[in-house]
């Protein structure tokens, strides 16, 4: 999967350059017309890019029907709004409500006298609530550099792990928080800001959903959700 990493920052560094080029003159004249704003709204749209951090169980050396779990990557897309409070000339407090759809896979392998090796896929519509700060960089010619930082809450609100066949799937928990880190820039235009950016979050707890009678989840001791995340925030 790194080459889709190398792909999506290929298409994020072109973004950006095309969108360089489309805010025009030199100085801060578009910036100005944002400078005294406390705060303001907008839109964001996104890729995501996600998978699993597994850690196997006491029992998995026990069991002889898999020999090997190991989660793949999924991808996904977000949808959200954007709340934008100024606490600083460098420093923004940040809210993002977003629906995020996202796949997430865990593949078993087996003895091949047993059944061929097989994937089972984890979809999940999630609804998220990221709460950011944002550090900006002084603005230079319409353009300002940041770094964000915060945490999420997400709850699966289509609550798909409980609703399938429990003989078939690990059981996920459909609440998670997570920590994110990104950085990206800010492109002030005349009627709105575009801001393309990278982001990495991890889970800070298990979502594994223990259940000693399915053999796919008893050999798992831990799942630690992680994604990586390109997106285009539209804001004025």
């Given at each position: 999967?790194?080459?889709?990493?190398?792909?999506a920052?290929?298409?994020f560094?072109?973004l950006?350059l095309?969108?360089?080029?489309?805010?025009?003159?030199r100085?801060?004249y578009n910036?100005?017309?944002f400078?005294n704003?406390?705060y303001?709204f907008g839109i964001?749209?996104a890729?995501?890019n996600a998978?699993?951090?597994i850690s196997?169980s006491?029992?998995?050396?026990?069991?002889d029907?898999?020999?090997?779990?190991?989660?793949?990557?999924?991808q996904g897309?977000?949808?959200g709004?954007?709340?934008?409070l100024?606490?600083?000339q460098y420093?923004?407090?940040?809210?993002?409500?977003?629906?995020?759809f996202?796949?997430?896979?865990?593949?078993y392998?087996?003895?091949?006298?047993?059944?061929?090796?097989?994937?089972?896929s984890?979809?999940?519509?999630?609804f998220?609530?990221p709460?950011?700060?944002?550090y900006k960089?002084a603005p230079?010619?319409?353009k300002r550099?940041f770094l964000?930082s915060?945490?999420?809450?997400?709850?699966?609100?289509?609550?798909?792990?409980?609703?399938?066949?429990a003989?078939?799937?690990?059981k996920?928990s459909p609440?998670?928080f997570m920590?994110?880190?990104?950085a990206?820039?800010?492109i002030?235009?005349?009627?709105?800001?575009?801001?393309?950016?990278i982001k990495?979050s991890?889970g800070?707890?298990?979502?594994?959903?223990?259940?000693?009678?399915l053999?796919?989840?008893?050999?798992?001791?831990?799942l630690?959700?992680r994604?990586?995340t390109?997106s285009?925030?539209?804001?004025?």
């Open positions: 999967m790194l080459h889709l990493h190398r792909d920052l290929i298409l560094g072109l950006f095309f969108a360089s080029e489309l805010s025009g003159q100085g801060n910036y100005l017309d400078e704003k406390p303001y964001v749209l890729y995501n998978d699993y951090q196997p006491r029992n998995f050396p026990l069991n029907s898999i020999r090997l779990v190991e989660s793949l990557k999924g897309f977000n949808l709004g954007i709340i934008n100024k606490i600083g420093v923004d407090f940040r809210l993002q409500p977003t629906l995020s996202t796949e997430r896979k865990i593949f392998e087996t003895p091949q006298d047993i059944r061929p090796g097989y994937t089972r984890i979809q999940a519509v999630l998220e609530m709460f950011h700060l944002r960089s230079y010619n319409d550099f964000v915060g945490v999420k809450y997400g709850i699966d609100v289509a609550n798909d792990s409980r609703s399938r066949d003989s078939e799937l690990v996920i609440s998670d920590f994110e880190v990104g990206g820039v800010q002030y235009f005349p009627y709105f800001i575009f801001s393309p950016e990495y991890h800070l707890g298990n979502i594994l959903v223990a259940d000693p009678r053999p796919q989840s008893n050999i798992i001791d831990r630690v959700s994604s990586f390109i285009f925030h539209f804001e004025g």
